[in-house]
């Protein structure tokens, strides 16, 4: 059923049917680039042993390109994620299609791989407004008395980020949650700080959306439920969080 839903999601999100490039395993999948023709998702049925299980059963997986090596290291250790199995496990990764992991889980990791994997030209051109949750040190710096003085604060330069980007900001211990949705209105602005915990080469501006209880998005709640493990530096937000943080 899974397996079916990942034709189905790839179909219905960017018009692409899988086709079979193997003449000798007829049964391998291939989802590529309409222009760049490249890869971003691979359906094979492996045998457990294979994939370093305890079983003989044939599983149905599908691997995936993650370009973030920290994301990547991060998922392998997750149940029914491991290091690809027969490509570059330095980039790639396997996802079992046996209901270890969630749907939507594989569903936003599919999309990972096909912008990870997009042409440079299509990445410019498709790029839309994105969200990111991005850590706030309590040690270093108020964010919180920040923003009961303004709506409006300045911020660190994250790599990649836009302006109209979404930010959810994490705030650090002893809070360790998601405290503040944020929207990007500036970004560049030239700042020149450095000590011996933090260089700011530039900043963005960030306007106050929104606050969370900080028993709604708690570091436990985002392990537990929505597999984030660390929260170091600007990362994406997967699909479901971003569904229950914008309920």
């Given at each position: 059923m899974l397996e079916q839903g990942v034709f189905d999601h790839?179909?219905?999100q960017y018009g692409i049917e899988a086709d079979y490039p193997f003449e000798k395993y007829p049964e391998i999948a291939s989802f590529r680039h309409k222009d760049n023709k490249k890869w971003?998702?691979?359906i094979m049925h492996v045998s457990g042993v294979k994939l370093g299980l305890d079983t003989t059963s044939v599983i149905?997986?599908?691997?995936?390109?993650?370009?973030?090596p920290v994301f990547?290291?991060?998922?392998?250790?997750?149940?029914?994620?491991?290091?690809?199995y027969h490509?570059?496990?330095?980039?790639?990764?396997?996802?079992?299609?046996?209901?270890?992991?969630?749907k939507e889980r594989v569903f936003d990791l599919i999309d990972a791989s096909f912008a990870a994997t997009a042409s440079a030209k299509k990445k410019t051109k498709e790029r839309g407004i994105k969200e990111w949750i991005i850590p706030s040190n309590p040690k270093y710096y108020d964010v919180i008395k920040a923003f009961?003085?303004?709506?409006?604060?300045?911020?660190?330069?994250g790599a990649g980020i836009r302006s109209g980007d979404i930010i959810y900001l994490y705030v650090g211990?002893?809070?360790?949650?998601?405290?503040?949705?944020?929207?990007?209105?500036?970004?560049?602005?030239?700042?020149?700080?450095?000590?011996?915990?933090l260089t700011i080469k530039a900043l963005m501006k960030i306007k106050l959306l929104k606050r969370y209880d900080k028993n709604s998005f708690t570091f436990k709640v985002l392990n537990d439920e929505y597999g984030i493990f660390a929260v170091r530096g600007p990362r994406g937000?997967?699909?479901?969080?971003?569904?229950?943080?914008?309920?």
């Open positions: 790839i179909r219905e971003f998702g691979l149905s997986v599908i691997n995936l390109k993650i370009d973030d990547r290291e991060i998922l392998i250790e997750q149940p029914g994620i491991i290091p690809a490509m570059n496990k330095r980039q790639w990764i396997t996802v079992f299609l046996d209901g270890t992991v969630q009961e003085e303004a709506d409006e604060i300045d911020w660190k330069q211990a002893p809070v360790s949650a998601i405290l503040y949705k944020c929207r990007v209105t500036e970004t560049n602005i030239p700042y020149n700080y450095q000590d011996r915990n937000v997967p699909f479901s969080l971003s569904e229950a943080l914008n309920q």
